[in-house]
């Protein structure tokens, strides 16, 4: 079974709106990565608020974990961006 949505197509076959459906594919993948820009800035503005707010006392535990969960989704967002466009370039230069 194939990853990817255009794996088991000829490419020979493949007419203009099969192309065009590729390229809205990549395009959803970016906008994807920007939503987890997005989320990645609120979660940093997010534990810099708690930071400020309580001063870091109590709160250390939290600001750690936002932290982390915001690289997570930096890292994530770029992996799924890559794969795509990968995934995008193989298809267009086999």
Not at 8 to 27: E, G, I, P, Q, S
Not at 54 to 67: C, H, P, R, S, T
Not at 87 to 94: A, K, P
């Amino acid at each position: 079974m194939y990853r990817h949505p255009y794996d088991d197509y000829n490419r020979d076959k493949m007419v203009l709106r099969d192309w065009m459906a590729m390229d809205r594919t990549v395009f959803a993948a970016a906008r994807t990565f920007n939503d987890y820009i997005k989320i990645f800035i609120t979660a940093v503005i997010a534990t810099i608020v708690f930071l400020v707010i309580f001063n870091g006392k109590i709160w250390d535990e939290v600001i750690y974990l936002g932290l982390i969960f915001a690289g997570m989704m930096l890292v994530a967002g770029l992996f799924l961006l890559v794969q795509a466009y990968l995934h995008h370039r193989n298809l267009h230069h086999e």
